[in-house]
């Protein structure tokens, strides 16, 4: 500042006699370095009750973090979710906000449990409904055995973990329970984030669904999993009855082929929506390729093309 002299007749002494006239002219490197990650204090519009850490005790409260957190990732969104539910998803707009938060390169990871979420065995329709918006949205949905921490992860500079169930919470007011959780801020965040995950990875996983986007593969290496069978007869039977009314291929085709649709109608037809959505619904009740060939009617390669994107 020494080429700042009031008492001279110069264009910097004049500048000097305005900026040494009030506090208020002061050039301040404050909105340079007033933040380690400016984005912590300018985007997430957080309580201030101290530097590092907060408590969360509204229904607002939680919603507003958990969109701003999708609205503000630079990287990475964590959520542990032990419940999903369709009604939560679509009452925030969250689907939408997850969406953008994937077109500017954000990776968001969703974390629910295997044994929650079912009755009599099988997942609950809102459940599911929410774990198939999840992967149509490009969302890396990992199933762990045995979670109930309830958890949301922005970077590696915010951690809020409580007793608000992130993607089924009631949003109703007059329905919502009373939820609390504890906000925490970078530089603290970033060793409790860096736990988190290490626990998350020394827990068992059921499955992992993910569509890349601009892409068809729903989950590598689903069939290389060890086997499960998450359903009844009459959900089988519900399964294949939807995948017969589907419109087959004609039979204009050559002898070959022809013979080859004696064992799989639907060999070499085209994928439907509607289809692709018979795949994402057998792929939560079981990893038995013989079921999928049975309920599809397609040849066990065209399946695992469609499923794991490489067929042997």
């Keep these: 500042m020494n080429i700042f002299h009031p008492d001279r007749d110069t264009p910097s002494g004049n500048l000097a006699k305005w900026l040494f006239d009030s506090q208020q002219s002061e ?22 009750q101290s530097a590092a850490v907060c408590r ?25 979710s032990p419940f999903l539910s369709i009604r939560a998803l679509e009452s925030d707009h969250l689907l939408p906000l997850i969406q953008e938060a994937v077109e500017r390169g954000v990776e968001v990871v ?37 979670i109930h921490n309830k958890t949301l992860v922005v970077d590696d500079r915010l951690l809020v973990e409580g007793s608000f169930n992130w993607l089924s919470a009631r949003r109703n007011k007059d329905d919502a329970r009373h939820e609390c959780s504890i906000l925490v801020q970078a530089p603290a965040a970033a060793a409790c984030i860096d736990q988190l995950m290490q626990e998350l990875e020394a827990i068992d996983r059921e499955a992992l669904f993910y569509c890349p986007p601009k892409q068809k593969i729903l989950c590598a290496d689903f069939f290389c999993q060890p086997l499960y069978h998450n359903y009844w007869n009459s ?6 009855e939807r995948a017969s009314r589907l419109n087959l291929p ?63």
Aim: aromatic content about 8%; hydrophobic content about 35%.
């Design 110 to 146: 969703v974390y629910t449990d295997h044994y929650l979420d079912k009755k009599n065995g099988l997942w609950k329709e809102e459940s599911l409904q929410a774990r198939r918006a999840l992967v149509e949205h490009h969302v890396s949905l990992r199933v762990l055995k045995g």
């Design 235 to 240: 959900v089988l039977t519900h399964l294949r």
């Design 56 to 80: 969360l005790s509204t229904l607002e409260a939680h919603t507003d973090i958990l969109r701003q957190a999708l609205q503000t990732a630079r990287r990475k969104v964590v959520i542990v």
């Design 27 to 48: 050039i301040s490197s404050h909105f340079l370095y007033q933040d380690e990650d400016p984005l912590m204090s300018q985007s997430l519009d957080v309580p201030r």
């Design 250 to 312: 004609e039979d204009s085709n050559p002898e070959p082929l022809q013979e080859i649709r004696k064992k799989y109608p639907r060999h070499r037809a085209a994928w439907t929506d509607e289809e692709v959505q018979l795949v994402w619904e057998l792929m939560n009740y079981t990893n038995d390729l013989r079921v999928f060939t049975d309920c599809l009617q397609r040849s066990e390669r065209s399946i695992r093309y469609k499923v794991e994107g490489t067929a042997p």
